[in-house]
């Protein structure tokens, strides 16, 4: 079992820049897959960054991460595995951006999806 807790959210301006946190607690040497979702109101929540992490044999071994199409070049999804923590840097933020912010963790062996709170990020125009 493990906790995830997002945090770094605000409110910023069109053209600014944010990072987002995902701090792991508990199991965490068996997280295999974190995500990076983001649901606006009226809308259904995407996928917009993930990391997959070897879990059975060394957290220190190569991740694979993935963007969506509307976020990459301006979105970098990275690990501190010291910290255990996941982190989202977003630049040059739009409008469109603007969602609550959500990270969702899996562990080997489980199909119990282990989300966050979320966290706001408002981007004005």
């Known amino acids: 079992q493990v906790q995830v807790v997002e945090s770094g959210g605000g409110l910023v301006q069109a053209g600014d820049s944010l990072r987002l946190s995902c701090a792991a607690s508990?199991?965490?040497?068996?997280?295999?897959?974190i995500g990076w979702y983001r649901q606006a109101p009226g809308e259904q929540r995407e996928l917009v960054a993930s990391?997959?992490?070897?879990?059975?044999?060394?957290?220190?071994?190569?991740?694979?991460?993935n963007y969506a199409n509307v976020v990459k070049g301006r979105f970098t999804i990275s690990r501190d595995n010291a910290k255990n923590t996941v982190y989202l840097q977003m630049n040059s933020l739009k409008p469109d951006d603007t969602a609550v912010y959500y990270c969702?963790?899996?562990?080997?062996?489980?199909?119990?999806?282990?989300w966050g709170q979320g966290t706001q990020v408002t981007v004005s125009s």
């Open positions: 969702y963790a899996h562990l080997v062996g489980s199909r119990r999806p282990y």
């Open positions: 990391i997959s992490l070897p879990a059975t044999t060394s957290i220190s071994l190569p991740a694979t991460t």
């Open positions: 508990g199991s965490t040497s068996t997280i295999n897959f």
